[in-house]
């Protein structure tokens, strides 16, 4: 079996891997309604996500024609902004922008930044690649190549999309790894042949006790660490 030094190519998972997105999203509602109470927050937030995820599953399920996470996120903010009462077309239109302003996680630039020394990094997102271009210049992302889900017009976890970086990476699967916090994602790219490896995150989606991924790891710089040291022994 690929073990760690043989890794050749590390692809990283984007949203709630490398930036907190329900954080993000919870301060741009906040944002756009200053006198709502934290529960008012919530509410709204979890009513933003559920959109997002119903509909990115009905276009996976081929029940909708494929819609960017642009479209999908002016029409959550719109919902939001009605159930709030917000009628200010300008606040609107920034609230659909939220998904391009989510802060990273404090470790994640600093880690980037250190792991591309040593290996090609892809960046591989459900965003759009509008969403996920001006998301990467705001958290400060380094990327050797960003790949968007809507270049497959799929959203993950539909194999396709884990496609679009294996035809990037260039190499065998087995030495192409994908690092995500949500076991989801990983069950997924582990279906097509790529190694995994989980970083837990507070929003994450946790590994359960049958999943056998290849490495799991509680701060992404254990992660950089272990491979950064494999290279190292490979010489």
């Keep these: ?41 919530d509410h709204l937030l979890a009513l933003w996500q559920q959109h997002g995820e119903a509909e990115q599953r009905r276009i996976l399920q ?9 479209t999908l996120d002016a029409e959550a903010a719109r919902l939001v902004a009605g159930r709030a009462g917000l009628s200010d077309p300008a ?9 391009q302003r989510l802060p990273p996680w404090p470790d994640s630039a600093a ?10 990094l892809v960046g591989l997102s459900n965003a759009s690649r509008t969403a996920l271009l001006r998301l990467n ?24 999309v884990y496609r679009l970086a294996l ?18 994602d990983l069950r997924a790219a582990q279906a097509v042949g790529m190694r995994t490896a ?5 929003v994450g989606d946790p590994p359960a006790s049958d999943d056998a991924f290849d490495w799991r790891f509680d ?15 490979s010489g």
Excluded: N
């Design 111 to 120: 880690g980037l930044e250190r792991l591309a020394r040593w290996f090609p």
């Design 137 to 160: 210049a705001h958290a400060g992302l380094r990327w050797h190549q960003a790949l968007s889900a809507e270049a497959a017009r799929a959203y993950k976890p539909a194999p396709e």
């Design 62 to 70: 081929g029940l909708r024609a494929y819609a960017s996470t642009e």
């Design 219 to 233: 701060e992404l710089d254990q992660l950089v660490g272990s491979l950064i040291r494999g290279q190292v022994a």
């Design 91 to 99: 606040a609107v239109a920034r609230l659909a922008t939220a998904g």
């Design 1 to 41: 079996m690929t073990g760690i030094r043989d890794i050749e190519v590390v692809v990283f998972d984007v949203l709630g891997t490398l930036v907190d997105e329900p954080g993000g999203l919870r301060t741009a509602i906040h944002e756009a309604l200053p006198a709502s109470d934290e529960a008012a927050v």
């Design 198 to 202: 989980h970083v837990r995150r507070p």
């Design 167 to 184: 035809d990037a990476a260039g190499c065998p699967p087995e030495r192409v790894l994908m690092v995500a916090a949500h076991a989801w």
